[in-house]
């Protein structure tokens, strides 16, 4: 019930520089028990921005009125990874050993919040359900890990239903409270992704 709402949303984005560097973010009105609407939306090119500095934005917004205030920083950050499952950094000893050096008990107190890491390896997914209506009982399944506001996901399998991906996904914990997400979707490019099926998974049972 606001035109001038205010988020203070903080969001991790990983940049890798052979996908490019612009940022597309919509604003939506949410309405329950049907769709929500459409106000606006604006690109941010950080090809433009200079690293290890914060840029306070105002966009205005495209397709609507208004405008979003962001804070931008560019900055290197400990890596969070994609790689095939055919390359496994663990088994590389030249990784491991920084690993092992890196959450060593004399680095304890270098840095407070990188508390370890967590490495997923998604393999497959089995008889999901089927959402191409012209599809003959297909999806296009892909899927997508989260980790707080760490959001990485694989390529899609076009038309299956038992996709198999092979990825690694590697994250940085912050916090050992923290609940990883695996979300698959089903690629739809004339509107948004249909929900084919999550798990969620504390890591403190891991």
């Known amino acids: 019930k606001t035109l001038n709402p205010q988020w203070r949303e903080q969001f991790d984005f990983h940049l890798y520089e052979e996908r490019g560097g612009i940022i597309d973010i919509t604003v939506w009105d949410k309405d ?28 205005p917004l495209e397709e609507g009125e208004g405008y979003l ?33 890196r959450y060593s008990p004399l680095m304890m107190f270098h840095n407070i919040s990188d508390v370890g890491f967590l490495q997923v390896k998604v393999i497959r997914a089995e008889a999901l359900m089927a959402a191409d209506v012209t599809g003959k009982g297909k ?26 991906w092979n990825k690694i996904f590697t994250f940085n914990i912050k916090d050992i409270h923290s609940v990883l997400e695996v979300t698959v979707y089903d690629e739809d490019r004339d509107r948004s992704a249909d929900f ?10 891991v």
């Open 139 to 164: 999806s296009d399944p892909f899927c997508v890990v989260e980790l707080n506001n760490d959001r990485l996901l694989t390529h899609t399998v076009y038309k299956n239903l038992n996709p198999e």
């Open 196 to 205: 084919l099926g999550k798990v969620a998974i504390p890591l403190l049972s």
């Open 32 to 59: 329950v028990g049907k769709r929500d609407d459409f106000i606006g939306r604006c690109q941010v090119d950080l090809s433009t921005l200079s690293k290890e500095q914060t840029h306070k934005m105002e966009m």
């Open 69 to 101: 205030v962001l804070l931008v920083t560019l900055t290197a950050s400990a890596a969070v990874t994609i790689s095939d499952l055919s390359i496994n950094s663990l088994e590389d000893q030249k990784e491991r050993e920084e690993i092992l050096k």
